[in-house]
């Protein structure tokens, strides 16, 4: 397994930007999948957007968060911008190949003036 530690949740005015970072406790290859996975109070989780050999985005934050990974610091990374109040939840990250499938704690990102 593979341990995820998420961090940069945190609270922000709608129209603000967040950067959340998920480190890897050990070297991930690049030919496993990467992925950002959010929860809101009363809801699912939901698939926010993912690299697996192609990246894809939910329809709600397509133009405005963008995934992105560094092999060399083991992190990925979710961009988002132009944040809204129904972008408010726990986001986690998930890292998943042969063998295993490991999901962070999580982190609350918080939109609201």
């Known amino acids: 397994q593979v341990q995820l530690v998420e961090s940069g949740g945190g609270l922000v005015q709608p129209g603000g930007s967040l950067r959340l970072s998920c480190a890897a406790s050990?070297?991930?290859?690049?030919?496993?999948?990467s992925g950002w996975y959010r929860q809101a109070p009363g809801k699912q989780r939901e698939l926010v957007a993912q690299i697996t050999g192609y990246t894809n985005y939910a329809n709600s934050v397509k133009g405005r968060f963008t995934i992105s990974r560094d092999n060399a610091k083991n992190t990925m990374y979710l961009q988002m911008n132009s944040l809204k109040p129904e972008d408010t939840a726990v986001y986690y990250c998930?890292?998943?190949?042969?063998?295993?499938?490991?999901w962070g704690q999580g982190t609350q990102v918080t939109i609201s003036s």
């Open positions: 050990r070297s991930i290859s690049r030919s496993d999948a």
């Open positions: 998930r890292q998943w190949g042969p063998g295993y499938d490991s």
